[in-house]
């Protein structure tokens, strides 16, 4: 192997680029989408309705609710409990954008909490730190898809009267306590993005047990009309809709449910290449000097949804930063990503709070020496081989000391 990095002009790895989290589509997918097509009814219907059922299914929730994105889904779970003005949000510093932004387009205010160094979700302990009166609900993030300790945020929320609305955007398949994640919160809230375990390009569902945050969901997500065309057009009759309230255009159409019917039948044979790959990332990396790995549960009754795979590395063992490792292993052909810098270090958050890095600082710390590896069951076994052949290229290039 030309061990000169191809960042210094050297050969790379491969020579076609291996994207971050290229999406699984196959025939299945592309023919009911043709159907669909065909069909004479392509916005939200009766596939859309199937795949609610299918997924409430498969999480074993009571109802589900589909929307056109996590982003949606989490903006109706905070606004169905009339979070507005003067209310608090607690989330987790470590997470996409999107988890706060929808606590400001509330007009609510986003208290974040730092996290656990080793699992990089949320602290518990922290998050009763944070409760003040105005505190109407908690944000989890199941990082990567390891699912957060629910049991312990859910007693908390329980005791002070508390909504919790889970980001499982990472977290299709995660299991918990032998339990699926989409069964246990108050609103649980899946993404269905071109990179997440399951796709249907864009799109989202909402999980839940209670039937009047169902009711009111289906009415918020669709103009805020007491019927939806589909239910007005399959009977047949002059049904009227009436406006209840100025409701929001977040609704799925059939064309992404065709997607999503498909992924959801293939999803646990997706969850097991995925766990493959992970354990020879495992092999490899495991032991590597200045690397650390996001621990995964053993037992069985708690399973890592594996969105992401990531690498921490500590920068006493490396001569360059976080960042230009990315850069070598782009260099390389591997599609390495950035999953995340801390929140509370972002513009927006920091000038309007007043945050400081430090604040957070296990979240700090981690956004600044986080990486994430390609990991997809579209990747082939030689994919594979190749992220592994070009992150042992770049760490051992830029390995200083013992
Ligand atoms: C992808 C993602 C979202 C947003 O999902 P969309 O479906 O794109 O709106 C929210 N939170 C986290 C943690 C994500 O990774």
Redesign the pocket.
């Known amino acids: 192997m030309n061990s000169d990095l191809a960042i210094n002009g050297g050969a790379p790895v491969r020579d076609t680029f291996l994207p971050f989290g290229a999406p699984h589509l196959g025939e299945e997918e592309i023919a009911e989408v043709v159907a669909t097509l065909r069909s004479g009814w392509i916005g939200t219907g009766p596939k859309t309705q199937r795949f609610e059922t299918e997924f409430a299914e498969y999480v074993g929730s009571q109802y589900a609710i589909s929307v ?7 903006h109706l779970s905070l606004l169905v409990n009339d979070i507005g003005p003067g209310d608090e949000v607690i989330t987790t510093a470590m ?5 706060a932004n929808v606590i400001e387009h509330c007009g609510a205010r986003p208290v974040f909490v730092d996290i656990d160094p080793i699992s990089l979700n949320i602290d518990p302990a922290q998050i009763k730190a944070a409760i003040t009166p105005r505190t109407r609900a908690i944000i989890p ?1 199941h ?1 990567g898809g390891l699912p957060c300790d629910l049991d312990v945020i859910v007693e908390i929320a329980n005791q002070a009267g508390l909504i919790v609305i889970e ?1 499982a ?2 977290a299709v398949g995660t299991r918990y306590n032998n339990r699926m994640i989409g069964s246990i919160g108050h609103l649980t ?5 071109p ?2 375990n399951l796709t249907t390009v ?3 569902m909402i999980t839940t047990n209670n039937e009047t945050w169902a009711n009111k969901l289906q009415v918020y997500r669709l103009h805020g009309l007491s019927r939806d065309a589909w239910k007005r057009y399959s009977s047949h009759r002059l049904m009227l809709s009436h406006a209840i309230l100025p409701g929001y255009k977040y609704n799925m159409t059939d064309v992404q449910a065709s997607l999503g019917l498909h992924q959801l039948r293939k999803l646990e044979r997706f969850l097991e290449v995925r766990e493959q790959y992970a354990s020879r990332y495992d092999e490899a990396f495991a032991r590597f000097p200045g690397v650390t790995l996001q621990p995964r549960p053993i037992t069985p009754g708690m399973r890592h949804g594996l ?1 992401l795979y990531v690498l921490i590395l500590d920068p006493a063992h490396f001569s360059i930063d976080r960042n230009e490792i990315i850069n070598a292993l782009l260099a390389e052909n591997i599609g390495a990503a950035l ?2 810098r801390a929140l509370h270090t972002h513009p927006y958050y920091q000038e309007k709070y007043g945050y400081k890095p430090e604040d957070f600082p296990h979240a700090y710390q981690v956004g600044e020496r986080i990486l994430s590896l390609p990991l997809t069951p579209a990747m082939t076994d030689a994919d594979v081989q190749n992220v592994i052949q070009a992150v042992e290229k770049v760490l051992t290039y830029y390995h200083v000391g013992s």
């Open positions: 056109n994105s996590c982003t949606a889904g989490l997470t996409f954008a999107a988890t993030v990082f980001d955007a990472h809230n899946f993404s269905f993005y990179n997440k864009e799109g989202g969105h999953h995340y």
